[in-house]
């Protein structure tokens, strides 16, 4: 279900908030369908709404805890 276009895989950032996600069990028990939608959305809630850490993530991949968080929030808000 995660898989990604060969030619056009997801932005770092948006990996990485994609598989906190796996981890906090924030996609357990939604329909496939539901994490297509995400994955679309994601680049641009990122670039929107948090661009410091879409940014730093796409460079260096450096992730603090505060990022882990906001990461987190922006997933959740996105499933609602």
Request: glycine share 8%; no cysteine; proline share 8%.
């Amino acid at each position: 279900v995660l898989a990604q276009p060969e030619l056009k895989p997801l932005a770092p950032a948006a990996q990485v908030a994609l598989l906190l996600a796996v981890g906090d069990g924030l996609l357990d028990g939604l329909e496939p369908g539901r994490i297509a939608e995400l994955q679309a959305r994601l680049p641009q809630a990122l670039a929107a709404q948090l661009p410091g850490i879409a940014d730093r993530l796409d460079r260096n991949g450096a992730l603090t805890e505060a990022d882990r968080v906001e990461l987190l929030a922006l997933v959740r808000s996105a499933l609602d």
